[in-house]
């Protein structure tokens, strides 16, 4: 089992960057796939991007890729999202998720995942 803790967001300008961070507590850290989500109000919960636990494969949605980074320290138990040019219509909670030894790849459905954070708000303003 593992625990999720995200931190880092905040109120920004459009044009703007935030750098999430998301901290997992137990040992097996690196068998997880882990993925970031984001969640608006009335809105599904939409997929953001992924890193694979064999490898550190990387994916995107087409929304972000080019501006977000996704990137993992499985020494600190950590995963990042760097998030650049922030666009006003990305105001939304963001989520960190962990999916134990994924089999496909890669992993962009909420029901695949494990384990989620509580999630951390990032507002951008126009």
């Known amino acids: 089992q593992v625990q999720l803790v995200e931190s880092g967001g905040g109120l920004v300008q459009a044009g703007g960057s935030l750098r999430l961070s998301c901290a997992a507590s137990?040992?097996?850290?690196?068998?997880?796939?882990m993925g970031w989500f984001r969640q608006a109000p009335g809105l599904e919960r939409e997929f953001v991007a992924a890193?694979?636990?064999?490898?550190?494969?990387?994916f995107y949605a087409d929304s972000v890729k080019g501006r977000f980074t996704i990137s993992r320290d499985n020494a600190k138990n950590t995963v990042t999202l760097q998030m650049n040019r922030l666009k006003h219509e990305e105001t939304a909670v963001y989520y960190c998720?962990?999916?134990?030894?994924?089999?496909?790849?890669?992993?962009?459905?909420?029901?695949?995942?494990?384990?989620w954070g509580q999630g951390t708000q990032v507002t951008v303003s126009s």
């Open positions: 137990g040992r097996t850290f690196s068998r997880y796939a």
């Open positions: 890193i694979s636990w064999i490898g550190g494969s990387t």
């Open positions: 998720a962990a999916d134990f030894e994924s089999v496909g790849w890669p992993v962009t459905k909420a029901s695949e995942y494990d384990y």
